[in-house]
C-alpha cells in the first residue's frame, strides 16, 4: 500500500548555479504518489505519527543525479583507450555494440548499467543503446522495471561504420518510429525516446532530414555530438563541403531545438554558438570524456556566458565513470586548466556549488525536465538519494554547517561510495 512518508534529514538542493538551499534540520515530505508535498525546517503538523516517519537526522537528503549524456553498451569498456576518437570508435566501440546484435547480452548488459547508475545516485538517464531496434526496446524493458527516469534511442547510422552496425534510411526511421510508438512518455513520462543520431560523419544528409521531421512531428528529443575533435571536425567539412560548419549541418537538417542535446561542443566559433543559442539547444559538458581521449576542453564559461542551458554527461564509455561526483570533479579541474591557461576573469574555474548545480538542477533544465525531477521542491517528483556523510573523514563538527564545503568534500572523496538508498518517485529503487 501506498503512504505519505515525511523524512527528517540534512536537505541539500541547487537553487540556481550560485545557491543551494541547505536545511539541517529539514523534513521532507512525501504524497502518496510519490511527490514532494513539502520541503521545511519544521515538523509538519502530525509528521511524527506518518505510518512513514524516519529519523535520518545524520544523513544527507540530495536530488538525484541527472547525467544527460552516456553510452549504455559501452558501461564495460571503459578505461580502454586507443589513442584519438575515430581509432577508439573502430578498435573498441564499434565492435562491442556490435555485440548488441543478441537479446541475452542486450538484456544482461541494460541490467547491469541500470543498476550501476542507481547504485551512484543517478536517478535520470540521456542514454545511446545500439543501432539495434529489438536492443533498445529491451534497453526500455530493464529501464522500466529498474524504476530509473531514462530517455533512451538507438543509435541512427547508415554510413561511415561497420556494415554490421548500419542500416538504410527508411528501416532507420520506421525503427524509430516503432519505438516512439511504443515508449515515447511511458509510465508517466518517466521513460521518454530519444531520437540519436550519432553524429554527422555516420548520417548521410537525407538521414540527418528525416530524423528532424520526427522531431518535429512528434515533439520529441534528440541528441547528438557536435565539434568534439579537430579530426571529427575535418571529416565533416570533408563529407559537407557546401556546408557552412559543423553546426551548420545539423541546422539545415533541422536538428537543433528547445530538446536537442548538443554533447562535447569544445571547437565552436561565434556563429555557432549563437545558432545553439538562437534555436533553444542545450549542451552537455563531459569533461572526464574529453580528456580521456585527448579531445580538447570545453571552454564552459564562454558557452555559459552566452545563455546556452548547460548539463553533466558522463560519456561512459570515453567517460571511466558512471558517478556524477567524477563528473563534477572533472567539470571543476578542467575549468582550473583552462584558468591557469588563460587567467583572465571570464575563465574563473567552477565553484562546487556550480557543479553540484549542472549535475542536478542544470541538466533537468537541459533535458527540459525541470518540472518534474532535478531538485527537492514542492510539486516534483521525489528522486533522491540518502547519503551517510557521518562517514566522511572531516576536521571538526562544524564542517557539516557549510554547504559548500559539505558539496566539495564529497566530491572530492568520491561520494558514491558513501550512499545508502536512492528513491525515484518516491520508491526505493537502490539499497546497499
Ligand atoms: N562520437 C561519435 N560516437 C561517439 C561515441 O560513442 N563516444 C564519443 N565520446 N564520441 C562519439
Ligand atoms: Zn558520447
Redesign the pocket.
Known sequence: MKTKKTIKGKLLTAISPERVLFLDPGYLVISEDGNIEDVCKEIPTGGEQDPEYYDLSDKLICPGFVDI???LPQFTLSGLYRGNLFEWLSDIVFPAEGRFSSPEVAERFAERFFQELLSKGTTTTSS?VTSHKEATDIAFQCAEKSGIRAFLGNVLMNQNAPDYLIKDTPILLRDSEELIEKWEGHDNGRLRYVLTPRFAPSCSFDLLQGIGKIAKKRGVHIQS?LA?SKAEIATVMDIFPDLENYTDVYFKAGLLTEKTIA??CIYLNEGEIEILKKTGTKVSH?PS?NRFLQSGIMPYRKLEKSGIPIGL?T?VG?GYSLSMFSEMREAIESSKTIHFLDTSAVYNPLTSIEAFYLATLGGAKALTIEDETGSLEQGKSADFSVIDIAQLNVCNENFFSNPEDLISKLIYSNGENYIEEVYIKGKLVYKK
Open positions: 549524456h552516456n553510452h545511446y555530438h568534439e554533447a562535447h563531459c570524456s554527461g560519456d570515453a
